[in-house]
């Protein structure tokens, strides 16, 4: 029988950022949310091979203070909360301060040149399998901009992983356009190669974003849906009867600002539908979901997809009701046009 031992440092950053990092997707996700946490106006993503061996976000944000950058690798190190009550309203879609410790110590090297506005030049700092290995005072404009060099070469078993499907571009796709939907005030830019893979105007509404997702003639079919109960209200856009998908991905589920999976919601959606669209097919929505902190629990997973929900049965009734109202006034307005 063999002893029990502690795991040196090393060991254990890298079993944790298996957790939160698990495909390149999952850095560009991290490194978003950072930027819009940060102020962002514009964020610029660029990949090669699907961020395999290189991934760069620039952000126009608030950049990080110099003496702070070496802090932003700790783990457990944040600007976003100071203690466990304030756990109980999140604000920012980061707060646990190891996204860019994990991204660390699972990538050959990490760089960051980051300015503040107050600062008087920049800073430099390169980081190569977890230590810092350089610093130094560089120019750059306000904001930040890291790059990740060689995801998990020094972690072979998910290595191997990333040859099938998970080092796709269309994931990183699917994770840009999330964050864009909801957060339709700031531009974004991804390119791959020479090429654009997407890209979005800052905005002061739902339409131009959706547009470009769904195509102009399926986003005239939409219709505005609101809902709200005790410490909930939903806002949200739901296609028409004639504008559909085959799969049931393009329900984008958000709940305080955050992309999530609510089966229960999504069903709940598809309900009002149901004898009015044919079996298999799904309608194009986006249903964005504020609730108050205490009614939601975002501390389930790292990666924060799966969350839970207090009211679930309140929220989802009222999602079918008021899709169904929607839709049969659709249906009526559509009726009276077509008899004039
Ligand atoms: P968290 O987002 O949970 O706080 P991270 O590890 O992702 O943890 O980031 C650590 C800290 O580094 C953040 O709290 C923030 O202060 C700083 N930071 C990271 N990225 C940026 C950025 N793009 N702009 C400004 N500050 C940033
Ligand atoms: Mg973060």
């Known amino acids: ?4 031992r502690a795991l040196d440092e090393e060991t254990v950053n890298k079993i944790a950022a298996g957790e939160v990092i698990e495909r390149p997707a999952s850095v560009v996700k991290e490194l978003v949310e950072n930027s819009i946490d940060a ?5 610029l993503i660029e990949v090669r091979d699907g961020g395999k061996s290189f991934i760069k976000v620039t952000d126009d944000g608030s950049g990080i203070d110099p003496d702070d950058l070496p802090l932003a690798f700790q783990k457990h190190t944040t600007s976003k909360i100071s203690g466990a009550q304030d756990l109980e309203t999140i604000g920012t879609l980061g707060f646990r ?17 980051t300015k503040t506005r107050d600062a008087l030049s920049g800073s ?10 350089e610093t130094k005072e560089v120019g750059s404009p306000v904001g930040t901009s890291i790059v990740v060099w060689n995801l998990f070469s020094n972690v072979p078993a998910r ?6 499907r998970e080092a796709k571009l269309v994931h990183i796709i699917d994770v840009i356009t999330e964050l864009a939907i909801i957060h339709y005030d700031i531009a974004f830019e991804l390119f791959s190669g020479s090429r654009t893979h997407f890209k979005s105007a800052r905005s002061n509404s739902w339409d131009d974003i959706l547009s470009r997702i ?11 849906l609101q809902a709200s109960g005790r410490g909930w209200r939903i806002e949200g856009m739901i296609g028409d009867a004639f504008n559909l998908r085959a799969s049931p991905d393009r329900i984008f589920i958000f709940v305080n600002g955050r992309a999530v999976s609510s089966r229960p919601m999504a069903g709940a959606l598809r309900e009002a539908y149901r004898n009015i669209i044919p079996p298999g097919k799904s309608p194009i929505a986006v249903l964005s979901l504020e609730i108050s902190p205490d009614l939601v629990d975002v501390n389930v997973h790292p990666a924060k997809r799966e969350i ?7 929220i989802c009734s009222a999602v079918t009701q008021e899709a169904a109202l929607t839709l049969s006034s659709y249906a009526k307005s559509v009726a009276s046009e077509r008899l004039k």
């Open 1 to 4: 029988m063999k002893r029990i």
């Open 39 to 43: 102020g962002a106006h514009k964020v």
């Open 97 to 113: 301060g190891e996204a860019l410790a994990s991204i660390a110590s699972v990538s050959e090297a990490v760089e960051v040149r």
């Open 124 to 133: 430099y700092l390169r980081i190569e399998n977890g230590k810092v290995a």
């Open 159 to 164: 290595r191997k992983h990333l040859k099938g």
């Open 214 to 224: 769904f195509g102009l003639k399926a986003v005239a079919g939409m219709a505005p």
């Open 308 to 314: 839970r929900l207090l009211h679930e049965n309140e």
